[in-house]
């Protein structure tokens, strides 16, 4: 369903030296799977994902969505980025932050926007803030309602960048648990960058490793443990351990200090 | 917010220590009582103008231009400014002229402008939308040329047009500093037609103070310069009580940052 061919990029620095961020980059991702990509810090992870968004032209190869070369924003495509304080609309209450992405094709009635609404931010735990502003709500509730907003434009693939990066461990462990949940739920595709080893063993299916800058694929590892996941006995899974083992390892390699 | 709540209690001795210093040096020092009436004097010839309608006439006349010249000034700095704003050449473009124009004091716009506008109101509202101007066009450049990249790539993902992208995101997103400009600029305002209606005029609250000093009543030039603080402060705070019902949302997010 999303198809990178043999992506590059490369920008430059501020020095005027080219700087490759990607190299050689090709992967597959079939509907309905939830992807990972992890990679050491700075490998170019987030400039990835804003090619395959569309929102930046790759410098040689191809995102293809359902086999449609993405040259802008693809339809049924979102990107969510881990600065929920910046992605959400200060001006706008909860409710009114998620209803903006509904209003956009505006192919619905207003009744029927209004109770889309509702649902989405009912499935995303944000019942009873509706009517808040999102920087009166803590940085979890803040991200809930940037995934509810995603996830009502109802996007046959979400592109989060690191989503749950700035927030604290408890918190995260909910928000994945929401994420996973609202995944199975809605039959959703989802490819998520992290840094973070078990996080992305503990979501996926499939985790891609990448090498530190150039990013390059250096394996597709596959997670086979059983959903749904519980935070305790998938973490405690020899499954779950022998992979992060492997996943630590090949990334540890990139991380070598001579 | 309440309007009293906004009236700040705490100040008021020192403001009344002021007006008691000027009721008393102006009493027990005959010298200085001749150019500077005690304050009660003042604020009774003041009720006498006003009763009159002597001073309402002129401040009628003054808020007029205030008003053109606030509006036109609003009206074309901020488009303009949002123009500059999203997109570049174009700011590159005009960057030196502004760079130039702005540092010059705005006064000296006016015998310019009465060379082509001649000494009536034209004249004045223009001085006064030209001088107001200024900080508009800036703040509302750089309100659109800050706003976080993470917001636009968040409207380019959900794929607004370009028209739903500057109405639901760039124009409010800018707005607290297009605020910002539009409060500047308000005490600017009435600067400028105050200085242009000293210059030339026959009406107006400027050419008043002016007229009452030549004509030596001294009490009505202070009545007239009272009232020109009132009215200044007055149109402070009515901007005070829209900003904070308009941006609401800003005020929350501010005040909420500033806790640590």
């Known amino acids: 369903m999303l198809e990178v061919r043999a992506l ?29 990509i992890v990679g050491p810090s700075g490998c170019g992870k987030s400039t990835l994902l804003q090619c395959i968004a569309g929102l930046s032209p790759p410098t040689a190869g191809r995102v293809l969505l359902h ?35 509904l209003e956009n094709p505006a192919n619905m009635k207003r009744s029927e926007i209004d109770a889309e609404t509702q649902r989405f931010i009912e499935l ?12 009166e709500l803590s940085g979890g509730m803040q991200q809930r309602v940037a995934i509810a907003r995603a996830l009502a434009r109802r996007p046959e693939v979400l592109l989060m960048d690191e989503p749950f990066g700035s927030l604290d461990a408890l918190t995260r462990m909910e928000l994945e648990d929401t994420l996973l949940r609202l995944w199975e739920s809605l039959h959703a595709t989802i490819l998520f960058v992290t840094h973070d080893i078990e996080e992305a063993v503990y979501l996926s299916d499939r985790v891609c490793v990448l090498s530190g800058r150039p990013s390059r694929l250096l394996e597709e590892i596959a997670v086979k443990l059983e959903r749904p996941r519980n935070q305790l006995s998938t973490r405690e899974d020899p499954g779950f351990i022998q992979t992060r083992h492997r996943i630590f390892k090949l990334i540890s390699k990139e991380l070598a200090v001579p | 917010m309440s309007i009293a709540g906004q009236i700040p209690w705490k100040g008021l001795p020192v403001l009344a220590a002021g007006l008691g210093l000027w009721e008393l040096s102006s009493r027990f020092f005959p010298l200085v009582g001749n150019y500077f009436p005690p304050a009660t004097e003042v604020f009774v010839t003041l009720a006498a103008i006003v009763g009159s309608g002597e001073i309402l006439l002129h401040a009628a006349a003054s808020l007029a231009r205030f008003v053109e010249g606030y ?48 000494i009536g109101d034209e004249m004045k509202v223009a001085v006064t939308a030209y001088a107001c101007s200024w ?122 940052e500033e806790i640590p």
């Open chain 2, 135 to 256: 900080p508009i066009l800036l703040n509302t450049i750089d309100g659109v040329r800050s706003i976080d990249p993470v917001l636009m790539n968040t409207a380019a993902t959900f794929r607004l047009n370009p028209w739903e992208r500057f109405w639901k995101v760039t124009l409010p997103a800018a707005s607290p500093q297009i605020v910002t400009g539009l409060r500047v600029s308000l005490a600017i305002a009435l600067i400028l037609v105050t200085t242009s209606e000293m210059i030339v005029s026959n009406d107006g609250l400027g050419f008043y103070v002016l007229d009452l000093q030549r004509s030596f009543r001294i009490r009505e030039m202070y009545a007239a310069i009272v009232a020109l603080a009132m009215i200044g402060y007055a149109l402070n705070r009515l901007f005070v009580a829209v900003d904070d019902w308009v941006m609401a949302w800003h005020k929350g997010l501010t005040r909420k």
């Open chain 1, 8 to 36: 590059k990029k490369e920008f430059q620095a501020l020095s005027g030296q080219p700087v490759v961020a990607v190299e050689d980059f090709s992967f597959r991702v079939e509907a309905g799977q939830f992807v990972s």
């Open chain 1, 67 to 101: 086999g449609r070369a993405v040259t802008g924003p693809p339809e049924g495509l979102i990107l969510l980025f881990q600065e929920y304080n910046k992605s959400l609309m200060a001006w706008r209450t909860v409710f009114k932050n998620v209803r903006f992405v």
């Open chain 2, 71 to 118: 509006a036109l000034a609003a009206t074309i700095a901020v488009s303009a400014g949002l123009c500059l704003g999203l997109w570049r050449p174009l700011y590159m473009l005009f960057e030196p002229l502004i760079e130039l124009l702005r540092p010059m004091p705005s006064p000296a716009t006016i015998p310019i402008a009465i060379l082509f506008l001649g």
């Open chain 1, 124 to 135: 995303a735990g944000l019942k009873g803030f509706e009517s808040h502003y999102p920087w």
